[in-house]
């Protein structure tokens, strides 16, 4: 099936995988693409330093949400602020949310409770999925979340089944039950890891898999394998092959047994994408996309005709 319209489905889509392996222009292409496909798509990056408006061209967010293109958003997201939010719902008057807000107590529960940062984070987008944002928030179809790195991407979804058996009652009780139905029905969120064909990323992500059946209890819809050394020009016999040739040699035969060891490792559907000599910006982004659908198209059997890639 084609992905992109396997990913529609969803209402939530998480993207995780080893630091440095390009999850955020994945997230980005793939927010890009579900968007082209007619779904109002979200894509929201959790980390302090913002990169995924360079993807599309936009000035930073700044926590706000942003429109990228038709149909498509982005925001930075600072849990630290939803849970603020929640508390502010919760009790309706600000002076006693002020007093609950500026209490060490308070302070010491949202820093250190084990899961809590990771539900604040999903339910910030359960909460824009069921139309509940600030005034002026676009009605969304799909959340695009672009996850923390591996232990913690795994961390994230296993977190509202860990808080609900822990907190049992009160508002992130409720919360918690919700989002684990949430990330546990394969039906409304998907799961994409992101890997590089090396070693060290491969490793990781085989470990991921494992850890998701062990604590959520999923499998992920789709690997995609990023940064693909292309194949290296044909050597002529008896000819010195100069330094940069010799190591492009050697890093695609890195690239072609990491492949085997994910092939015999990886059972489901998988793209792969080459390593483009492209700034991170929307150039980059359209470049992927294309990408994207051909290598579903090698890969999958998707027909030409299907699916919205640029």
């Given amino acids: 099936m084609n992905p992109i319209e396997q990913l529609s489905r969803r209402q939530l889509v998480v993207v995780t995988g080893k630091g440095g392996v390009g999850k955020t222009a994945i997230a980005a292409t793939l927010g890009r693409s579900l968007a082209a496909a007619g779904r109002r798509t979200l894509v929201v990056e959790v980390d302090p330093r913002e990169n995924v408006h360079q993807m599309l061209g936009v000035p930073p967010s700044g926590g706000a949400i942003v429109q990228a293109e038709s149909r498509l958003w982005v925001q930075n997201l600072k849990p630290r602020q939803v849970l603020d939010e929640v508390v502010r719902e919760r009790l309706k008057l600000e002076l006693l949310a002020r007093r609950v807000l500026d209490s060490p107590v308070y302070h010491h529960f949202a820093a250190g409770a084990p899961g809590l940062k990771e539900l604040a984070t999903l339910g910030h987008a359960l909460r824009l999925l069921r139309g509940l944002g600030a005034p002026g928030t676009p009605d969304l179809d799909t959340i695009v979340l672009d996850a923390p790195a591996t232990g913690h991407g795994v961390s994230l979804l296993a977190a509202p089944r860990l808080v609900s058996e822990v907190i049992t009652s009160g508002p992130f009780s409720v919360m918690s039950s919700e989002l684990a139905a949430l990330v546990g029905d394969a039906e409304k ?29 999923r499998d992920p819809e789709l690997l995609v394998v990023n940064g693909l050394y292309p194949p290296a020009p044909h050597q002529v016999p008896g000819e010195r092959e100069n330094e940069l040739v010799a190591l492009w040699r050697r890093r695609r035969a890195l690239n072609e047994r990491e492949l085997a060891r994910l092939k015999t490792g990886w059972q489901g559907p998988r793209i792969e994408l080459p390593q483009l000599p492209l700034d991170r910006g929307p150039a980059l982004l359209a470049a992927l996309s294309r990408c994207f659908g051909e290598s579903a198209r090698r890969h999958l059997g998707v027909g030409e005709g299907e699916g919205a890639w640029s």
């Fill in 189 to 217: 969120c998907g799961i994409v890891v992101v890997t590089q064909a090396e070693e060290m990323p491969v490793e990781e992500a085989l470990e991921l898999r494992q850890a998701l059946r062990d604590r959520v209890q």
